[in-house]
């Protein structure tokens, strides 16, 4: 089940994660959510391949990346993708993974990635062949 496209509030990822904890992808879409709304997600929907999160301002999302550390998201996890214009981007709320640390960004389309289900060749999802790390040699 994929749960794309909709504007969630704290309330309706709290009820998605109680009625559906099976859900594979996800969007997160707005400044109606909080932490704590991403949280019912990361805590109960453990089977979870895609997440998205588009124009969260409001929304750390180097915090929100941390709440994913989790052993079943290790595993199920491939891939997080950030859609936001400067707010995201900016020094005072840079994006980082270190609370996420088997996720990797990848320098040419911006997609992190799981990089522990992709540990012999480093791929990127998005341009299989194509090593992360030598994009720009």
Request: aromatic residues 12%; glycine residues 4%.
């Given at each position: 089940?994929?749960?794309?496209?909709?504007?969630?509030?704290?309330?309706?990822?709290?009820?998605?994660?109680?009625?559906?904890?099976?859900?594979?992808?996800?969007?997160?879409?707005?400044n109606?959510?909080?932490?704590?709304?991403?949280?019912?997600?990361?805590?109960s929907?453990?089977?979870?391949?895609?997440?998205?999160?588009?124009?969260?301002?409001?929304?750390?999302?180097?915090?929100?990346?941390?709440?994913?550390?989790?052993?079943?998201?290790?595993?199920?996890?491939?891939r997080?993708?950030?859609?936001?214009?400067?707010?995201?981007?900016?020094?005072?709320?840079?994006?980082?993974?270190?609370?996420?640390?088997?996720?990797?960004?990848?320098?040419r389309?911006?997609?992190?990635?799981?990089?522990?289900?992709?540990?012999?060749?480093?791929?990127?999802?998005?341009h299989?062949?194509?090593?992360?790390?030598?994009?720009?040699?």
């Open positions: 089940m994929n749960f794309k496209n909709f504007i969630h509030t704290d309330e309706s990822l709290r009820l998605t994660a109680l009625l559906f904890p099976s859900i594979k992808e996800i969007s997160f879409e707005g109606l959510l909080s932490i704590a709304g991403v949280q019912h997600i990361a805590m929907c453990n089977k979870l391949k895609h997440i998205e999160f588009y124009e969260c301002s409001n929304l750390n999302i180097s915090n929100a990346f941390a709440l994913f550390n989790t052993e079943d998201h290790k595993e199920h996890l491939e997080i993708f950030v859609h936001a214009e400067s707010s995201c981007r900016s020094s005072d709320n840079a994006i980082t993974i270190d609370g996420l640390p088997f996720m990797a960004l990848c320098d389309c911006q997609l992190y990635y799981n990089q522990l289900k992709n540990e012999k060749e480093m791929l990127c999802l998005y299989p062949g194509v090593s992360f790390s030598y994009l720009f040699l």
